[in-house]
């Protein structure tokens, strides 16, 4: 059974820096393509990020772009999302997701919650 | 970016209700449209991808439809586990957007 856990997840300032981590289990994760997407409190989702299987490329939504770093360590089956110079509006939900060609988001995790707040 | 627009944005209906969602993409899609189920608490979770294709467990009473820019997930008989939002997404190009969500509530 696939299993992603995420992790992280705080209060922080305006400004400021945070790294989650999303654990995954139960599948052969070097194999997957991963991604985060995220869900501000009350609004929708909204994809942020994705990684190949080898790590070697990256995309990211403009709205993340320079800020946020995608990246995976296989050895560990762990995915990462490093965070800097967070605004309030990166205030959500943050869930890793494995995903397929055409691009669709076949298992999810509960999620980590961000706050960026003073 | 290809903005995603879901009608309505809720609906209550009854248990063994016949429910349908629609999504509207701002250009061509052709099928490159999914369905997603969020319940609070849980993992949100793939209903159908590429327009039609029944993700593997989910319950045949889901089905998709629709190509180009109109696509309509519909809910043959409603169960008590369907009551969630349901969002569309669009994997026709980047960034892969949603749509705004249908929440289904109990009448």
């Known amino acids: 059974e696939v299993q992603l856990l995420e992790s992280g997840g705080d209060l922080v300032q305006p400004g400021g820096s945070l790294r989650l981590s999303c654990a995954a289990s139960?599948?052969?994760?070097?194999?997957?393509?991963m991604s985060w997407v995220r869900q501000a409190p009350g609004k929708g989702l909204e994809w942020v990020s994705a990684?190949?299987?080898?790590?070697?490329?990256?995309f990211y939504a403009d709205s993340v772009k320079g800020r946020f770093t995608i990246s995976r360590d296989n050895s560990k089956n762990t995915l990462y999302l490093q965070m800097n110079s967070l605004r309030a509006e990166d205030t959500a939900v943050y869930h890793c997701a494995t995903y397929r060609h055409p691009i669709h988001f076949d298992n999810w995790g509960q999620g980590t919650l961000v706050t960026v707040s003073s | 970016d290809i903005q995603m627009t879901q009608s309505p944005s809720s609906l209550s209906a009854s248990v063994g209700d016949r429910v349908t969602i629609t999504c509207r993409a701002s250009q061509s899609i052709s099928n490159y449209l999914n369905w997603y189920q969020l319940i609070p608490g849980k993992a949100p979770k793939l209903l159908i991808y590429t327009a039609s294709s029944l993700q593997s467990g989910v319950p045949s009473r889901f089905s998709g439809s629709g190509s180009g820019t109109d696509f309509t997930l519909t809910i043959s008989s409603l169960q008590p586990e369907d009551f969630a939002t349901y969002y569309c997404q669009q994997s026709y190009s980047s960034p892969y957007t949603f749509g705004q969500g249908t929440n289904l509530e109990i009448k």
């Open positions: 139960g599948f052969t994760f070097s194999n997957y393509p």
């Open positions: 990684i190949f299987g080898n790590g070697g490329t990256t």
